[in-house]
């Protein structure tokens, strides 16, 4: 097998420092997704590092990301791929580079209130941060995101079995300050760097929710499991093009008010 190409793949169910929905699939998300870059996608055992609960914090989660592509900057990595499945939540823009003062942030394990209403930013992955890491790769390095997470809380609602992967802030008054701000998120930030290298999967759509669930009486994000279950049914012998038109029909199909995006390259999709 090729070696080079590296993953990262994370997931978080359980967040102990933060009163949020504690969730169920994320750690079989990451597991999942791992299986499938190693049984279809080309990767060896060795080329992919798991990260879940309390190994996920923001500091190794950040430094696997780092050595990821300050190897792909060495010349020694093509390929890089990062799934992320947990919390997905909004803060206060401090870089003053979005009109609308919003981030996009992912909750990692070691989240925690700031003591003013808000999340701490030292210890979330801000969409700022991913974008600076992000765009340092070289031009002939292919990166591949996976989120399953939500990416606003204006898709809110609650099913019997089904939890909405959204942390709202921890005061009323910020979460009322940032519903009146739309995010420009990572999948912005990264269309606007107009790289023809970076595909970017979200489970669902910006005033969406994704949802974790039960399948088969195991637990998992919904986008996560449609989108192996498709893979693993074409073997991998379809475009992802038509795996994100799969997965959106497997999710309609099961009652899932969630649609997945795919942003990429016409060439690569």
């Known amino acids: 097998m090729p070696n080079d190409r590296r993953a990262l793949c994370v997931g978080i169910n359980q967040f102990p420092s933060a009163s949020v929905s504690q969730l169920k699939g994320c750690v079989n998300d990451a597991h999942d997704m791992a299986a499938v870059f190693r049984d279809l996608v080309g990767f060896s055992s060795a080329d992919i590092t798991i990260l879940t609960d309390q190994q996920a914090t923001k500091a190794n989660i950040t430094a696997v990301l780092r050595d990821m592509v300050n190897a792909a900057r060495a010349g020694t990595i093509k390929y890089l791929a990062f799934s992320l499945s947990s919390h997905g939540t909004q803060v206060p ?32 992955l801000v969409d700022d941060e991913l974008r600076d890491l992000f765009l340092t790769l070289p031009a002939d390095v292919l990166l591949e995101v996976y989120l399953d997470t939500c990416h606003s809380g204006t898709g809110l609602r609650d099913l019997s079995q089904r939890i909405p992967r959204y942390a709202p802030p921890p005061s009323p008054a910020a979460v009322e300050a940032l519903a009146r701000r739309a995010p420009r998120g990572l999948a912005r930030s990264l269309s606007e760097a107009g790289s023809r290298h970076h595909i970017l999967w979200t489970g669902c759509r910006a005033d969406q929710s994704s949802y974790d669930s039960y399948f088969n009486n195991r637990p998992n994000g919904a986008f996560t499991y449609y989108w192996t279950r498709a893979m693993r049914a074409s073997n991998n012998t379809l475009s992802r093009s038509q795996i994100l038109q799969q997965v959106r029909a497997d999710l309609q199909a099961a009652n899932f008010n969630q649609e997945p995006q795919l942003q990429a390259n016409a060439t690569t999709t």
């Open 93 to 124: 823009d401090f870089s003053g580079d979005e009109p609308d003062n919003k981030d996009e942030a992912f909750c990692t394990y070691d989240m925690a209130p700031d003591g003013r209403g808000g999340w701490d930013v030292s210890r979330l």
